[in-house]
């Protein structure tokens, strides 16, 4: 409801504050651990999985703040180089993204890096994006140095923490992090009014705004 | 007369019995299983006896409507003078509702009557002088959603219900009213009218008791699928666009890819597993079932569906137990998609992009499988970025000698083994044994014969041989053979004559 329907969002009771519901991507290279970063953020579980979840391709997860309430929606992209012209439709009227990468593996940082450049060039001009080095547990096999990726990310404005999925670290920071940093006034409910469709062509990029949330109180 | 007999028996056995083709009304005319065993005339008698009864129950509802809005107008000043007048979008629908004032009796009857009897009454179309066409027939669908939605308004509190209901009739009447306006004007109109009505519930004091946001979605949801029902004909694979050219085109395009097996996609789709195979063919209905929903919201539905039984693929498909990812899900959803060409793809999708309310395509777990959707119908039509040799691995060769059939099949016969039941499996390996079984048969027949054939020539040789050698020995046989002891002494005729007795002395 990036757009149109941007005001009709809940009319909460103002007791409990406001509720934003925001639209994050996970992009990366695939076996980076894009969705065993997510799960473990949302179930709180590295391997093991519940019944109940037969993919951690959709998954929302609710963070609270002093004085607000982030509802993240979190949708799972393919990694697959040969997938990557169709990322646009993906990260189109999202307000947050996670750029993952693995430690372990050079080239995945580089991937890492034009998944960044392009998300600064084509997504909404106000997205927070954050980098996620993961798999922090095996730096015995790093290949990619901290301080390289913490000034990367100095540069570009970007949040940046180490990750791992299997020890939990950093997982739940990040999207804290990531929740601190993302606008909760109403700005977004100004809403220019694009189309609102979600167009067919990956280079079909009319929609840029940024906008959200649904806390018009 | 026993021949003639004989005849009409043998008939019987091959023609169907005369009465079953007779009508089943019995009017003496054929019946036609199209019009379930009935005469074309029968039929119609039937069908609008059925049509009627529809009618009449939803005329029922009608008039507890009417009964409504009544009691509403009796008891109450009309709303509109409480509405702020502040909000500029309104302006426009303050204006019309003052036109059609004098008609407000007749407000419901109107709104769920055919929509050219509507651009009779209509005053706003009564304008441009078009001449009273013929009835239109309401399509069975639309009765229904007519129905539908009578229901859900009748379950309304009363202003809010009423409020509702004149706002979709003016909408409707302002939709006909534009008839040759181009698919997006329509499209804009319809967001237009999501837009206001959603404003409206949010803040219009008849709404004031829905507080809950499931409340309002649930009014949204009914208006977007009443509305969107009622002018799915006129929206729907437009003639002004080249949708149908694209359906075509992607539909061929999907035809031309049929060789292409979950291996080469990396998907994750493992259909010799009788369970994932039954997933992928869930999957497979759901997405061609897409067609056949209205409102765009229950196509979403069929979206959501297919992909939760993707879902339920990979995970049945992947050797440990981890909870499919996007880069499971999309590669098994274009598999899908190969598999299934569901038709008229990309009206379908651009239908949802252009009518649905973007609450639904924008946010949300069937925004997230509708926008997959897109991404794979994208991946499957784009032969530069998308499905094309390089991203399947093959060589530009390869894929070439696919997309002309000219690539051997084996891989594609394996696949199609693959994907058969146990007991078809079976027969096919019965079917192979037998045949090579028969090959070997024939290969030791076709040796017994040549060995047959060798016995002969051996026989006939040693034979040949055998006179050969006689002939080559013939004159020492025969003069062997003359030289019996006395044969000389026959001939010859040296010897002396036997003595003859004789008396020797008287």
């Not at chain 2, 036109?99 to 441009?128: C, D, I, W």
């Not at chain 2, 099949?409 to 044994?433: F, H, I, P, V």
């Not at chain 2, 045949?435 to 030791?444: C, F, G, I, Q, V």
Request: aromatic fraction near 8%.
């Amino acid at each position: 409801m990036a757009t149109r329907t941007g005001a009709p969002r809940p009319a909460n009771s103002g007791t409990q504050g406001k509720i934003c519901q925001f639209k994050l991507v996970l992009l990366g290279e695939s076996a980076v651990g894009k969705s065993s970063l997510v799960l473990r953020f949302v179930k709180g579980q590295f391997h093991e999985y519940q019944e109940s979840t037969i993919g951690a391709a959709f998954l929302t997860q609710t963070v609270c703040l002093q004085d607000t309430t982030v509802k993240f929606e979190i949708w799972d992209t393919a990694g697959q180089e040969r997938y990557h012209s169709l990322a646009p439709m993906y990260y189109r009227g999202a307000q947050a993204a996670i750029v993952v990468y693995d430690i372990t593996n050079q080239d995945t940082f580089a991937r890492a890096k034009t998944w960044v450049k392009e998300l600064q060039r084509q997504a909404s001009p106000n997205i927070v994006i954050a980098l996620a080095g993961n798999k922090a547990d095996l730096s015995n096999k790093r290949m990619v140095e901290h301080d390289d990726a913490v000034s990367y990310a100095e540069e570009n404005g970007l949040l940046f923490m180490e990750t791992s999925a299997k020890t939990a670290m950093h997982v739940n920071d990040i999207f804290l992090a990531i929740a601190e940093k993302l606008p909760k006034n109403e700005a977004g409910a100004s809403a220019n009014r694009q189309s609102a469709g979600v167009g067919l062509t990956a280079t079909d990029n009319r929609e840029g705004s940024g906008k959200s949330c649904c806390g018009s109180n | 007369m026993e021949r003639n007999a004989s005849q009409s028996n043998s008939r019987r056995g091959i023609h169907v019995d005369q009465s079953e083709l007779m009508c089943k009304n019995g009017c003496g005319f054929y019946g036609n299983s199209q019009w379930q065993g009935y005469c074309s005339k029968c039929w119609r008698d039937i069908y609008t006896q059925n049509q009627q009864k529809l009618q009449q129950q939803i005329d029922l509802d009608h008039e507890y409507a009417m009964k409504l809005q009544k009691e509403e107008d009796n008891q109450h000043p009309p709303p509109e003078s409480i509405i702020p007048s502040s909000n500029p979008s309104f302006k426009q629908f303050e204006d019309k509702r003052v036109h059609t004032k004098g008609f407000r009796g007749r407000g419901f009857k109107k709104f769920f009557s055919p929509s050219s009897e509507q651009t009779t009454v209509s005053p706003l179309v009564a304008k441009t002088k078009s001449p009273p066409t013929r009835k239109r027939q309401q399509s069975f669908e639309s009765k229904r959603a007519s129905k539908d939605f009578v229901d859900f308004i009748v379950a309304f509190q009363e202003p809010a219900a009423k409020d509702v209901l004149k706002k979709c009739k003016e909408f409707m009447d302002k939709l006909v009213s534009n008839k040759e306006n181009s698919i997006d004007e329509k499209s804009d109109m319809v967001q237009d009218f999501y837009q206001v009505m959603a404003e409206r519930l949010m803040s219009h004091p008849n709404f004031k008791s829905y507080t809950y946001e499931e409340d309002r979605n649930k009014i949204m949801d009914n208006i977007e699928k009443f509305i969107m029902t009622r002018i799915y004909r006129d929206v729907f694979c437009n003639d002004q666009t080249d949708d149908e050219i694209e359906d075509l085109k992607v539909q061929t395009r999907i035809r031309n890819l049929h060789w292409i097996t979950a291996a080469m996609l990396d998907a994750n789709v493992d259909t010799s597993k009788p369970f994932v195979s039954e997933c992928a063919d869930k999957a497979i209905t759901a997405i061609i079932e897409m067609d056949s929903k209205r409102a765009p919201q229950d196509k979403l539905t069929c979206v959501t569906r297919c992909s939760k039984s993707v879902f339920e693929a990979i995970r049945h498909s992947k050797p440990d137990d981890t909870p499919a990812s996007a880069d499971d899900y999309l590669p098994a959803l274009i598999y899908i998609i190969l598999k299934a060409n569901p038709p008229l793809l990309k009206s379908n999708i651009r239908y949802i992009t252009r009518f649905s309310n973007p609450i639904h395509i924008m946010s949300g777990e069937d925004a997230y499988y509708f926008t997959n959707l897109c991404c794979a119908v994208s991946f499957i039509e784009n032969e530069e970025t998308g499905l094309n040799a390089s991203s399947l691995s093959l060589t530009e060769i390869e894929f070439g000698a696919y997309m002309r059939g000219e690539m051997p099949t084996s891989e594609k016969s394996e696949l199609k083994e693959r994907e058969l039941c146990a007991g078809l499996q079976l027969m096919y390996k019965n079917l192979n044994d037998l045949a090579s079984l028969h090959e070997r048969t024939d290969r030791l027949f076709d040796e017994a014969m040549q060995m047959k054939k060798g016995i002969q020539r051996h026989s006939l040789h040693v034979k040949e041989q055998v006179e050969k050698m006689l002939d080559e020995t013939a004159i020492d046989i025969r003069s062997r053979s003359s030289s019996a002891l006395d044969e000389d002494l026959f001939d010859a005729g040296l010897l002396p004559p036997p003595l003859l007795p004789t008396v020797a002395h008287r």
